[in-house]
């Protein structure tokens, strides 16, 4: 599928200049085809399902320890390993997205998903499940980067900023709500039923989506660099590895966390350049040129910093209601329930927000909540009420729905049209590396300092990491400036 109806290469016809865009900006929103809305709406409810998956097991991990006979650094692989994939499988959906038709893309993705949950929910042991997990990673992968290329091409710039707030709710607020669906379940069910209730729906969706979902673009005949994927495993692989080996103590950890990192950064070296290389002939598995774009830059670190914040305080927060304050996983569901619904009722009304005002003033705020939610959270204790716990998570949550909207649409709208697949690929992934790389390093440290000087100063550590880490994204918002998009009429085409 091309994410170029008329442009289908960097070879192509030159984009829209800068007063043609400003112009296309400054248009009243152009209203989108009835098979516009189906297409988009489709495949966010799929997108929604696919990620509430990527956190629903966290509140799960401390019985899955006890049912399935393993230690904590190990479990916490069900999380790692499945954003680990994620950010192994994403930069391919560049090649995958311009062979494939939308609805085999969507089949392949949604097939991958239910054959993954299906797998999870008869696994008989640890292992299985793990390799349940890796499956349902790949179809997950894919679904990321076909709705964000989609919304590029159908969705005419002005209305961009609203549509991307409802996209916010599947890519921010599901994560956010996996531990209260997780909790609501594991109240009344075994931890297999996680995966049970999610079967069905996700049967229903690769269902809906085979019938109603329409081809937009053209396939184009483009090679995979084998090379290039390869890189990939040990880049992302050892990068995350060795962050989770940091400060485990004992047993000779270290050698092996700084082996792990050292070959990751020697991979990831040899990936850029070989996507460096690739450009020259038109063929990198990731254009990187999407970089020379400073708003597409700016908006991807500030991201990066986002997504430590969210996968960071979405595994630890359970870690400190159920080892520390003993809380059931139904209240902790609950208490994290608040802080999820704000973020998705929230979505849509940014999104038009942004359309008016632009990023500055929304990221700005936005960052500075995160930043001191963050710092407040490395002052729990024992004693804290419950209510202070739920305010502090809704007013993160509030942060980062300022955050996410705005650098979605400030990164992806300046790019070409020959640029979408690559630009959200490279999103993704760097979100997935990020998530990975914050739950690992933050779940370190909690353990680390906990193993010494007990669980609450574990979590004072692990919070105030994340709080120093944020300090960078006041910085980046501030850096945050509208950017003129390039117009791309298109509406879907069946082929």
Not at 59 to 77: K, S
Not at 210 to 217: D, E, P, S, Y
Not at 218 to 237: C, N, Q, Y
Not at 470 to 485: D, G, H, N, P, Q
């Amino acid at each position: 599928m091309s994410t170029d109806v008329s442009s289908k290469s960097p070879g192509g016809p030159a984009p829209a200049g800068p007063s043609q865009a400003a112009a296309g900006a400054a248009a009243p929103p152009a209203k989108m085809s009835r098979e516009s809305v189906t297409v988009i709406a489709t495949l966010l409810v799929a997108t929604f399902v696919v990620i509430l998956n990527e956190t629903i097991m966290n509140v799960a991990l401390q019985r899955l320890m006890v049912d399935l006979g393993v230690t904590a650094p190990t479990v916490q692989w069900l999380s790692t390993g499945f954003m680990l994939t994620m950010a192994v499988v994403i930069p391919t959906t560049g090649f995958i997205l311009q062979r494939l038709t939308t609805r085999a893309v969507f089949m392949l993705a949604m097939g991958l998903f239910s054959g993954g949950t299906l797998l999870a929910a008869l696994a008989p042991g640890f292992e299985l499940l793990l390799l349940a997990r890796i499956v349902q990673a790949g179809g997950t992968a894919i679904m990321l980067p076909l709705l964000m290329t989609t919304i590029l091409t159908l969705v005419p710039v002005a209305r961009r900023g609203f549509v991307m707030g409802n996209v916010s709710i599947a890519i921010s607020v599901a994560p956010a709500m996996g531990p209260t669906v997780s909790g609501l379940i594991l109240e009344h069910f075994s931890w297999r039923f996680l995966f049970v209730f999610v079967l069905p729906i996700a049967v229903a969706a690769f269902a809906i989506g085979a019938r109603f979902l329409t081809n937009i673009g053209e396939k184009e005949k483009t090679r995979l660099d084998a090379l290039s994927v390869v890189l990939t495993v040990p880049a992302f692989g050892g990068l995350v590895y060795g962050l989770s080996q940091i400060g485990e103590g004992g047993g000779g950890h270290g050698v092996p966390a700084v082996a792990a990192l050292t070959v990751g950064a020697i991979a990831m070296v040899a990936f850029v350049l070989r996507q460096l290389r690739l450009q020259k002939a038109e063929a990198p598995l990731l254009d990187l040129r999407a970089f020379t774009f400073r708003m597409f830059t700016v908006s991807v670190l500030l991201l990066v910093v986002a997504m430590i914040a969210l996968f960071g305080t979405v595994i630890l927060l359970p870690l400190y209601l159920q080892e520390i304050r003993g809380l059931t996983s139904l209240e902790t569901g609950l208490t994290l329930l608040p802080g999820g619904l704000a973020m998705g009722l929230l979505g849509p009304f940014i999104g038009r927000l942004f359309d008016k005002v632009g990023p500055l003033p929304l990221t700005v705020t936005g960052s500075v909540l995160m930043a001191v939610a963050l710092f407040q959270f490395s002052r729990l204790d024992e004693g804290t009420p419950i209510a202070w716990i739920v305010a502090l998570h809704v007013g993160l949550s509030l942060g980062l729905a300022l955050i996410f909207t705005p650098a979605f649409t400030t990164g992806l709208n300046p790019l070409p049209p020959h640029l979408y697949s690559h630009g959200s690929a490279i999103m993704s992934t760097l979100q997935q590396v990020a998530g990975a790389a914050g739950t690992a390093l933050l779940v370190s440290i909690y353990a680390a300092v906990a193993a010494g000087s007990g669980m609450v100063a574990g979590m004072h550590a692990a919070f105030l990491t994340a709080s120093v880490i944020a300090v960078a994204a006041i910085v980046l918002a501030s850096l945050m400036r509208k950017t003129a998009a390039v117009e791309q009429p298109a509406g879907p085409t069946a082929h």
